[in-house]
Every structure is written in C-alpha cells, then in structure tokens.
C-alpha cells in the first residue's frame, strides 16, 4: 500500500446502491481516488491484488466471494475496510470502534461523513505504528456471523419433475446455479428450488459447505480432490457423483495444501 496516494474501492453487487455510494463518496470524500467500482466479490478480490487500495467498501454478501475473503484480501496489505450492510447486526455494530467500520444500506450521507473522518483518523494512526489489527477483527467477525442452531437450514424443499421431495441437508452434495433455478444434487438423483444461492449460503454452516464458484457451494466432505487442466482451470472431482464442479481464482485459497 502507498500511503502517497489516496485511492479506494467499492464492491458491491446491487447497481442502484452501488453508484449512490460512489456518488456520494466523491462528494465527501473528493480526495479518495477510486481505482476500482466492482459488481461482484471475485472482481474485487482481483482488483485488490492489482490495485491494493488503501480504503475499501465492501459490501459483506456478495456473489463470487464475501465481503470478509475481499477483507482478508484488503488486510493482508494494510487496508482499511468499510463493510455495507442492509441489516443492523450487533456484530457489525460492535467493530464500529475497530479497524472495520460499517454502513447500513441505503447508506446516508451524514453516516458516510462519520465513517470518513474515523477513516482519517485511522489513516494517522497507521502512519505512526498504532490501530487495531484487522486479521484479529475478521476471525471475530465471521464467528459471529455464521448461522447458528435454528437458523441453519435442515430441510430443503425441492421440484421433482412434476411432485416435490423433502431433502435433508445432510443429503445434499452441492448446489448449482442453473439459469432462474438452483440445482440441488444428492447421491440418489437431483431436483431444483429457486432460492438463489446468496440466499442459501446465509442458511449453511460454513464449515460444512464452502463456495467454489459463483454459481457453485459444495459439501465439503463430498470432495475427492481439486484437478488442474491444461488451461490451468481448476474443478473439483466428488466421492458420490460423477459431475465436476468449477473452481474460480476467488476460491482456491481453501485448497492449499490438498
């Protein structure tokens, strides 16, 4: 990260909200110069790696990766982060004096002037050795995010053909995105549901389902190994089905060391 030169970047998936808070961080903000404006976490992850912007708003669920991997990502070369958010979650609320500040969707303007000036001061703060550490912030922060007991989803109600199959999640072996439908494959055949992904990923326990892809969360248990093409494209081969599943650049972090 260059302290020298200002710069930023805003990730997040919804276009309305999305150019609202650009707009208005160049309004507040006039000396931030935005390097990147991205519609998906794996857009951000890759300008992250290009542009390692100083300041960072991200949007905490998002397609192709979250907001806590683009965070990870910011962290690992100093940046700051703003998290945006359309729920009033104590867990966010509770790093609004850490290294982590948030927004609540639609982001209002005298909230934005408050997270800039906290920027600021953190910004000092770093140019002299101080501030909290990020990394620390994170592991905290995706603890108390994770779905927990009734939250979790236990049942998915599914399409057949023409009749409707109750599926434990227990069964289930990955979810697809497939065109306005989601592909629910168990090792006794597949249906469909139409809860998009985003919505189904709030709902499973992060240690036993990971995202692999944007259209792509598997069983972690179901995977027999990560191959690599003479393209250099990754997929997953499964234990109890015969299809592959992509892997995106965003991802194959988890697979280190498989």
């Known amino acids: 990260m260059t302290m020298g030169r200002l710069t930023g970047l805003v990730a997040e998936d919804e276009a309305p909200q999305r150019r609202a808070l650009v707009e208005q961080l160049q309004q507040v903000w006039p ?18 790696a290009e542009h390692r912007p100083v300041v960072s708003f991200l949007d905490i669920r998002m397609p192709g990766a979250n907001g806590l991997d683009v965070a990870r990502a910011v962290a690992g070369h100093g940046g700051l982060v703003v998290f945006t958010t359309a729920y009033d979650d104590y867990a966010v609320r509770a790093f609004e004096a850490g290294a982590a500040d948030y927004l609540l969707k639609p982001v209002q303007p005298q909230r934005l002037e408050q997270a800039v000036a906290r920027l600021r001061q953190r910004l000092e703060e770093r140019a002299a050795g101080g501030g ?28 057949v053909g023409e009749s409707v199959r109750m599926i434990g999640i227990d069964e289930v072996l990955f979810f697809q995105a ?27 326990d992060p240690d036993t389902f990971w995202q692999v892809h944007r259209g792509a969360v598997v069983r972690v248990s179901a995977i027999d190994r990560l191959v690599r ?28 060391g498989m």
């Open 31 to 48: 000396a931030l110069e935005l390097v990147a404006v991205c519609d998906d976490g794996e857009a951000a992850l890759q300008a992250v």
């Open 132 to 159: 909290p550490d990020l990394q620390v912030l994170l592991d905290e922060l995706d603890a108390r995010l994770r779905p927990r007991g009734d939250q979790l989803i236990r049942w998915i109600t599914a399409s």
């Open 178 to 204: 497939q065109d306005k439908y989601v592909r629910v494959a168990t090792a006794d055949g597949d249906a469909v549901i139409r809860t998009p992904l985003k919505e189904l990923l709030a709902g499973l």
């Open 229 to 256: 093409n003479e393209l250099g494209r990754h997929s997953l081969k499964l234990r109890e089905h015969p299809d592959s599943l992509p892997v995106s650049g965003a991802f194959l972090h988890r697979f280190r």
